[in-house]
Structure formats: C-alpha cells, structure tokens
C-alpha cells in the first residue's frame, strides 16, 4: 500500500517535512509543480483513482478549491496538462487519505537547454544595463567637470 511518506523525485528545490504544524509555504519555482503521473507514484494510486481524486469540472476550467479534493493549478486552456504543488498533494494525503506523517520531497531537475539559454540572455541584459548605468554616470560627471572649469575661468 502506502509506506506513510509522500515522495517526489520531480523537478524542484528543497526538501519541506509537513507534520502536525503542516506548512504551506509557497515553493515559487514554476517548475516544481507536480504532473498527474508524478502524483500518481507519489500516492502510489491509480491514474484513474487520481483523476477520480481531482477537483476537476467539465464546465469549469479552474473550479474553487475544495478541501475534500485534489486541487489543480491554475489553468489558462481546458487542453493544459493538469499540475498540482507539492504541499497540495502532501495536504491531500494528510487531509483525505489519513497518511499520518507526510515528506514531501524536491529535488533539483538538471538544467535544460532552454534554462541555459534564458540565463545567457540574463547575464547579457546584465551586461549591457551596467553599461548604459555607467554611461549614464559619465555623462553626469562630464557637465560637472566642465562647470567647474567656467567657474574658473570666470
């Protein structure tokens, strides 16, 4: 069945044991959010009692929370993947299924392509204000410098 921890090996950050003072601090990283698939063997339950779990409406794209379901992120678009936060799923398991001591674990994914690419493009754009903010200083220095010359010529 259920050896009493909730585990995820998904893509995150930290590690937050929940106990009896349950913390749901939020984990701001969008990439620390779990798939139905990741959910699935964290629970260790079927696909089908998962979605059977979930707080899900046909005619709702993003229902209200109810505390006796598995609730989902925000979606924009009825074909967006269903993604739950890892202290969802730990309050769920606490809350509903009565696992008395639940982990919830995050590890960090490797970097991907596109992450790599987008810090590039951060440290260029860096870069490239620290320049502009020291050309930006030059050009107040240089009116100051020549004022001082007129005042002395004056």
């Known amino acids: 069945m259920f050896n009493g921890s909730v585990h995820s090996e998904a893509n995150g950050r930290s590690e937050e044991p929940l ?9 701001p990283r969008s990439d620390s959010l779990l798939t139905i698939d990741e959910v699935q063997k964290t629970l260790n339950r079927s696909r089908a009692s998962v979605y059977r779990y979930t707080n899900t409406d046909t005619r709702n794209l993003n229902p209200p929370f109810n505390p006796r379901k598995l609730n989902t992120e925000f979606r924009s678009d009825q074909k967006d993947q269903l993604l739950f936060h890892p202290n969802e799923v730990a309050r769920f398991a606490k809350d509903i299924l009565r696992i008395k001591e639940v982990t919830v ?3 960090n994914s490797p ?4 992450q790599n690419i987008l810090n ?4 260029e754009l860096r870069l490239i204000r620290n320049k502009l903010d020291g050309e930006s200083d030059k050009n107040h220095v240089i009116p100051n410098h020549l004022q001082e010359t007129d005042r002395k010529a004056a």
């Open 19 to 27: 106990g009896k003072g349950f913390n749901t601090a939020p984990i």
């Open 105 to 107: 674990e995050i590890f």
């Open 111 to 114: 970097s991907s392509e596109t």
């Open 120 to 123: 590039a493009i951060l440290d």
